[in-house]
């Protein structure tokens, strides 16, 4: 049985963890291990916050709250994404108080002091003489943006190996327009698990008979090799093997890069990215498996494109197919609540009710999220009871196996100073 959090120290479970098994209860259910995770992995890495869609014009913003973190995205008059600290320089007032919307300029709502969308404090009022207003800019926050994807870094020294992912995928996602689209729609499901398991989650299919209107149109990968398959996959193996010959060809002809990249342990930005058939129509994430949008999100001359899967330590997942694409992001509430966040990216043209309709777009995602919540919201019940103790994965979790290593690492890195 698992010796509670005040008996056995965070870096001793951390040092003790046991390869291949889930995590013990108190790195799911203590607020010690909550507070350490915003210290050592989401202040320190490159998180996904949100798409550069959600910020079309100068002036318009979307707040992040990260632990006690409060961050501002803001687009400045030169059409870049610009980040910054929710905290006013005059005496730490939140500034922004909604959760989106548009500004000419930033100002705060106790003091009235004033700041540009670039950040430069414009005006405060009845200040000594000799005040020097370039000393009060705002405190920016390290932001990068990916083929349209915003990435943002709490720490003063961001992982350096971000430009090298971003060569990476940015040939995978450009392709998709996303820079060039517009959100259809956006739902907040908060998931009364832990964030880790929300994660955990995401990353294996062995629950995916769970969700049978995502399995109407995609394939799940289950890491078996051709003499592994099961006779009752075995149907579904034969039609995915001639669904990814299909869809290679087609790649190929397109110019579209659809070899798997993986490094999800080895380094700070763990990432994966890998372009894959869709089942039935082979086109989107519908029942039928058909284009929702009629207007593609680029100049693409077939919607029979399958998808794009990326996903990112530690807290982010991505599908693009040929008609839209999805975003999920996941952000640690407490210790058992987490914001998943999923958005939907059309073409920037295309309407509402003439080229798509909202119910067929999102309803396959939206009805795995509820059956994933429900699922991560069992897990975190089962984990908080006395009679856990870690189980082992199956070899079809390898990738819930690399999260938790990746995560381990992250930990261990910030209790040992480096």
Not at 53 to 82: H, I, K
Not at 159 to 169: G, N, Q, R, S
Not at 276 to 290: C, I, M, Q, R
Not at 313 to 335: E, G, M, R
């Amino acid at each position: 049985m698992n010796a509670p959090a005040h008996v056995t120290s965070a870096a001793d479970l951390v040092t003790r963890r046991t390869v291949g098994h889930s995590l013990e209860a108190p790195f799911y259910v203590s607020d010690e291990f909550f507070g350490l995770d915003i210290e050592a992995v989401f202040a320190r890495s490159w998180i996904f916050v949100a798409a550069e869609a959600e910020l079309p014009e100068p002036g318009d913003y979307v707040t992040v709250a990260v632990g006690q973190y409060s961050v501002m995205l803001v687009r400045d008059d030169d059409e870049e994404v610009r980040a910054f600290h929710n905290v006013c320089r005059h005496r730490g007032a939140r500034i922004l108080d909604q959760e989106r919307g548009s500004v000419g300029n930033i100002v705060c709502g106790y003091h009235h002091w004033t700041y540009g969308v670039d950040g430069t404090l414009l005006h405060a009022e009845s200040q000594a003489p000799g005040f020097d207003p370039t000393c009060f800019s705002l405190k920016s926050v390290q932001v990068r943006t990916v083929a349209g994807l915003v990435f943002i870094c709490l720490a003063a020294q961001p992982p350096a190996d971000f430009d090298e992912v971003a060569a990476h995928v940015e040939p995978y996602i450009a392709p998709h327009n996303l820079r060039h689209a517009k959100v259809a729609k956006q739902i907040d499901l908060v998931e009364n698990g832990n964030w880790k398991l929300t994660m955990e989650n995401n990353r294996e299919c062995y629950h995916c008979a769970g969700h049978p209107e995502l399995q109407r149109c995609y394939f799940p990968l289950y890491n078996f090799t051709e003499d592994e398959v099961p006779p009752a996959l075995r149907p579904t193996h034969e039609r995915f093997q001639k669904a990814d010959a299909e869809a290679r060809a087609t790649w190929d002809s397109l110019g579209l890069p659809y070899a798997t990249i993986e490094d999800l342990v080895g380094r700070p930005t763990g990432f994966r990215i890998q372009r894959e058939p869709l089942d039935l129509a082979g086109e989107s994430f519908t029942e039928d498996g058909k284009a929702a949008v009629k207007r593609l999100l680029a100049d693409f001359p077939t919607a029979r494109l399958g998808h794009l899967g990326f996903h990112t330590q530690p807290n982010a997942w991505f599908h693009f197919a040929a008609d839209h694409a999805v975003a999920f992001s996941v952000i640690p509430l407490a210790a058992d609540r987490t914001l998943v966040r999923t958005t939907w990216l059309v073409h920037a043209d295309a309407m509402e009710g003439v080229d798509y309709d909202l119910d067929a777009l999102t309803n396959v995602w939206a009805v795995t999220n509820e059956q994933d919540a429900a699922f991560v919201a069992r897990a975190q019940q089962g984990i908080s009871s006395p009679a856990y103790v870690p189980g082992p994965y199956s070899p079809t979790e390898s990738q819930v196996e690399d999260f938790v290593n990746w995560y381990i690492t992250r930990l261990k890195s910030h209790l040992e100073g480096s």
